[in-house]
């Protein structure tokens, strides 16, 4: 069994502050992606930069500091490590970051957010793209994917509280949502709703409006999609909404190789 957990931390300082060891030291997962980490690995200490029993891969935003940016921690170290995706538009806001073991290729991603009154909404569609052109070309290598992280999208209005309102919102936009359809269109499992297809008022990201998350007002945007030749491998899925520490709620997936 291999437990994978995703997190968007919106601020990885800020949610050390909030117990963020003490929930790894608690949860022990095996491989724990973090997004939106918006620091330098050498701007914290060592318990953070590289827990007890894990390795760490870091990719940070060099275009705007305390902005963006992702971590792996694994306890078994990967064949190889790539910070990235090799397009320097994306790259330099530290999105991205692909580690490759011996039976599947794991990406950790933190999506462009479509920016106030939708203006990177073309960023963000062309990261997407390019994002998955990558995920495309480790599939025709062989390779098992496993990709997760805030992919800034809600699919289908199941996935958040209200979807009339926000049809023309960044992050249920048709233009982003077509984005996952065409993603499961190409055999991609969505892992949670695989595994629960008609569970609803089931959210990962709150907006920070008075009382969103105490009415539970919230997004599904945070994801784990494999590759089809691994829907067999899936045990489990969750979305744990009673993590506190960010906007976002963890998300887990157990597979057993």
């Avoid at 590759?227 to 744990?240: G, K, M, S, W, Y």
Wanted: glycine share 8%; with cysteine; hydrophobic share 35%.
């Amino acid at each position: 069994m291999l437990r994978l957990y995703s997190w968007n931390v919106n601020g990885i300082r800020a949610a050390h502050g909030k117990g963020l060891l003490d929930w790894i030291q608690q949860v022990q997962p095996d491989i724990l992606c973090l997004q939106e980490t918006k620091a330098h690995p050498d701007q914290l200490d060592s318990a953070l930069r590289e827990p007890e029993g894990y390795h760490s891969y870091w990719a940070w935003s060099t275009v705007k500091k305390g902005y963006s940016g992702v971590v792996i921690y694994t306890r078994q170290e990967p064949e190889r490590v790539q910070i990235g995706l090799g397009i320097d538009q994306f790259d330099g806001e530290g999105r991205t970051v692909i580690t490759y073991f011996s039976n599947f290729v794991l990406i950790g991603a933190y999506f462009p957010n479509g920016g106030q009154e939708n203006n990177r909404v073309p960023f963000k569609m062309a990261y997407k793209a390019a994002f998955l052109e990558v995920c495309e070309r480790l599939r025709a290598d062989g390779r098992p994917v496993i990709f997760c992280g805030d992919v800034n999208t809600a699919h289908q209005e199941i996935d958040l509280a209200r979807p009339k309102e926000n049809q023309n919102t960044t992050g249920f936009m048709p233009v982003e949502r077509a984005w996952i359809d065409d993603v499961v269109a190409r055999g991609y499992v969505d892992t949670f709703r695989a595994l629960h297809p008609d569970t609803t008022d089931l959210y990962t990201y709150w907006p920070y409006w008075t009382g969103s998350r105490q009415r539970n007002i919230g997004w599904r945007i945070d994801y784990f999609f494999t590759t089809p030749d691994l829907r067999e491998q899936i045990v489990e899925a969750d979305i744990h909404a009673g993590v506190m520490g960010s906007d976002h709620c963890p998300v887990s997936l157990t597979v057993s190789f």
